[in-house]
């Protein structure tokens, strides 16, 4: 079946440094989500790639649709306390069913 | 205010009884999911429906039940089959069309008393 392997698993960061995680899959993808989630809440979506290739940016966050279509990375520059939380990447071919990571947890020390 | 609604925010269940957790959305999409989340785990897909009237079994269906009769309304049952049914339960929309994103809910905790 569908893998989805997100790393790293957790990350400890000073507040100011820049963060990287990616996302790679055992098949190809034409849709790339990223998503972070708050303790308790719902995953709240950041980023959204729909071509290979493709780089987009959200304010400090950017993330790039690798030109295989299997794989994703997600950055995120000058990093503030608020930034904690957990990073999931997700994949989906055509009408078929999303593939989630199992998450990036993110803590920054102010 | 568009968004999809999730309610309670906590349910709390007794040995052996059925609860229903209610998800509503009003982005006029056509797929509607439901995941489950453990702590400090990722989500795993328990049930979807691409189009009103039809669903699919997710990879973790047993012990759950889902119905789709109308587009905006993916209400989950879990059932009594369900022996270990605490979690967190996130459900979420899409439109189906394959470049469509994916917007959750703020979720449902479900305890066991």
């Known amino acids: 079946g569908q893998q989805l392997n997100q790393s790293p698993q957790s990350m400890f960061i000073q507040e100011g440094e820049d963060v990287s995680m990616n996302c790679t899959s055992s098949?190809?993808?034409?849709?790339w989500l990223w998503y972070k989630q708050d303790p308790g809440e719902g995953p709240v979506l950041l980023i959204a790639?729909?071509?290979?290739?493709e780089l987009t940016s959200n304010g400090r966050l950017t993330a790039q649709f690798g030109i295989t279509r299997k794989d994703s990375f997600l950055n995120i520059s000058a990093s503030i306390p608020s930034d904690v939380g957990i990073y999931f990447c997700?994949?989906?071919?055509?009408?078929?069913?999303?593939?989630f990571g199992s998450g990036t947890k993110l803590n920054v020390k102010p | 205010d568009g968004g999809i609604t999730q309610s309670p925010k906590y349910l709390f269940r007794k040995e052996g009884q059925n609860v229903t957790l209610s998800c509503e959305q009003n982005?006029?999409?056509?797929?509607m999911y439901w995941y489950r989340q453990d702590p400090g785990q990722g989500l795993r897909l328990i049930y979807y429906?691409?189009?009103?009237?039809?669903?699919q079994k997710g990879d973790i269906a047993e012990g759950y039940s889902v119905s789709r009769e109308k587009k905006e309304s993916f209400p989950l049952t879990v059932t009594s089959a369900q022996k270990n049914p605490t979690a967190f339960y996130l459900c979420?929309?899409?439109?189906?069309?394959?470049?469509?994103?994916?917007?959750f809910g703020p979720g449902t905790r479900l305890l066991v008393l």
């Open positions: 997700a994949g989906r071919y055509n009408f078929n069913k999303f593939y």
């Open positions: 979420a929309s899409s439109g189906a069309r394959g470049q469509e994103t994916q917007y």
């Open positions: 790639l729909y071509k290979a290739g």
């Open positions: 098949s190809i993808f034409n849709t």
């Open positions: 429906s691409q189009i009103v009237n039809d669903f």
């Open positions: 982005l006029n999409h056509d797929a």
